[in-house]
């Protein structure tokens, strides 16, 4: 009775227990505990009690009492009023029981998770309590750098990196390190509390010169940067080159108008007609025939008599579980890879519950538990978790300000190395992924499916 009384009047219970608690001392840190968002995370808390900690009770909460973070009492852990967002989350440290410490293990850090936990412990009439702040901080994406324009007698350069937390600082420096004044600014925030920053500068002549961009946040904990390098031959022929856009600018309006004319001619629509032109000329490499390969499909991937099409069913087939299957995860490869040359395919999409596309290597892992990123072997994106985005690493750059597409373009240059998407429906850019080396290994066309989706390969 005492013990409800004091819960149901607060400032009651630490008027009276505070002369109780001289017996039972808890600390947590000095300072802030710093994570990075999809890690976990240990909040420390230690305890000094003269007595048994046998019966001790104790409870991390956040603002309120209740619902609670964790609790643990009567030798075993409680979550009848577990905030929901901790649900399967949390786990007691209790081996440090005899360590006298009752550390909480928080797995795979969100970014609303931030914040201050107090850790209250009580035996019988003696308590304590002691307050860890978390913060939570996130990597984004390595800067990606555009030549804009010509402006102002230099070119305009753009700097862009999103997926940040706290706000980042984009910052320019020359070859000697120092740092630059930007033209222009930009920080904006999307609705999970990421970050994303832009920022300009005006690059004129003055000699061969590199240039760098930096990115990190305000914690300096994480850092991404990239960096370019012009020669002064750019600007030099700088004029020449906006005489030469000018002439092309012109000679392409003009062709616009004459393909319009000879589509009506041919009595066929010129949006469709001149589609068929973009998708012929937007990306001048070879079109490849994708055929999905059925010895690699996931027994719950149901292929079309034609192996051109996929869609998930979630019912076992009988088949075999061969090395080259991918299981647990509902993927397929294409039948044909490549190992030199450039291809892109399409990918038209029927969203169920989620979706990747993309390319792997030969020797990706099929069995067992595997990342999608380019360290597995796995370069893609997709729809996941609701968000539309990249699957980078270490972190995945979220697309928000693209509308995810109903048909993606895939395209591969193998010599290069370079993979890269965009959007049919709007015929714009979707993401290019960093260069890289595929080392000789065969690259074929990949894709997972979520729960009722349902992929057919173009043409």
């Known amino acids: 009775k005492k013990k409800l009384f004091f819960f149901c ?11 109780l608690s001289a017996l039972l001392n808890v600390t947590g840190t000095p300072g802030p505990i710093t994570v990075a968002m999809g890690k976990d995370v240990v909040l420390p808390c230690r305890f000094s009690l003269e007595h048994s900690t046998q019966d001790i009770e104790v409870t991390w909460f956040r ?20 905030m929901l967002q901790y649900q399967g989350r949390t786990e007691l440290l209790k081996n440090g029981l005899a360590n006298d410490s009752v550390d909480l293990k928080i797995f795979r850090v969100q970014l609303s998770d931030k914040g201050n936990y107090t850790c209250f412990v009580l035996h019988g009439l003696e308590y304590d309590e002691a307050v860890v702040e978390l913060r939570v901080t996130a990597g984004g994406s390595a800067p990606l750098i555009a030549l804009e324009r010509y402006e102002d007698g230099g070119i305009r350069v753009a700097c862009r990196s999103a997926g940040w937390y706290p706000q980042p600082q984009v910052l320019w420096q020359d070859p000697q390190g120092q740092h630059l004044p930007s033209l222009s600014e930009n920080v904006t925030q999307d609705k999970s509390g990421l970050f994303a920053a832009e920022s300009s500068i005006i690059f004129t002549r003055g000699g061969n010169q590199k240039l760098s961009c930096r990115v990190r946040h305000a ?3 994480q850092e991404q940067g990239s960096a370019f390098y012009i020669s002064d031959p750019f600007f030099h022929n700088a004029q020449p080159w906006m005489t030469a856009l000018s002439v092309v600018l012109v000679a392409v309006v003009a062709l616009f108008i004459i393909a319009v004319y000879l589509c009506k001619l041919k009595g066929n629509v010129p949006e469709r007609c001149l589609g068929k032109a973009w998708r012929k000329y937007a990306v001048p490499i070879e079109e490849v025939k994708v055929v999905l390969d059925p010895d690699t499909a996931h027994c719950d991937l149901v292929l079309s ?3 051109k099409s996929v869609k998930r069913e979630d019912t076992l087939q009988d088949i075999p579980d061969i090395p080259q299957r991918f299981n647990p995860w509902r993927c397929v490869l294409g039948r044909e890879g490549f190992t030199s040359g450039r291809h892109y395919w399409e990918v038209e999409l029927v969203d169920g519950g989620g979706w990747t596309v993309g390319v792997s290597r030969e020797d990706v892992k099929r069995k067992g538990d595997i990342e999608f990123k380019p360290e597995e072997g796995i370069w893609a994106v997709g729809k996941w978790a609701g968000n539309f985005q990249a699957l980078t690493s270490p972190n995945r750059t979220l697309l928000p300000e693209i509308q995810t597409p109903k048909r993606v373009r895939v395209s591969l240059d193998y010599e290069e190395g370079r993979v890269a998407f965009f959007s049919v429906d709007e015929e714009i850019p979707i993401f290019t992924f960093p260069l890289v080396s595929f080392e000789g290994i065969r690259v074929h066309p990949w894709v997972w499916l979520g729960p009722g989706t349902w992929l057919k390969m173009w043409p």
């Not at 009047?9 to 002369?19: A, D, G, V």
């Not at 309120?64 to 409680?78: A, E, N, T, W």
Request: hydrophobic residues 20%; negative net charge; charged residues 25%.
């Open 9 to 19: 009047f607060p400032s009651t219970r630490n008027h009276f227990l505070r002369e």
């Open 63 to 82: 603002e309120h009492f209740s619902p609670f973070v964790h609790r643990y009492k009567g030798g075993q852990d409680l979550y009848g009023d577990q």
């Open 219 to 221: 914690l300096h904990s």
């Open 305 to 307: 008599q034609d192996c």
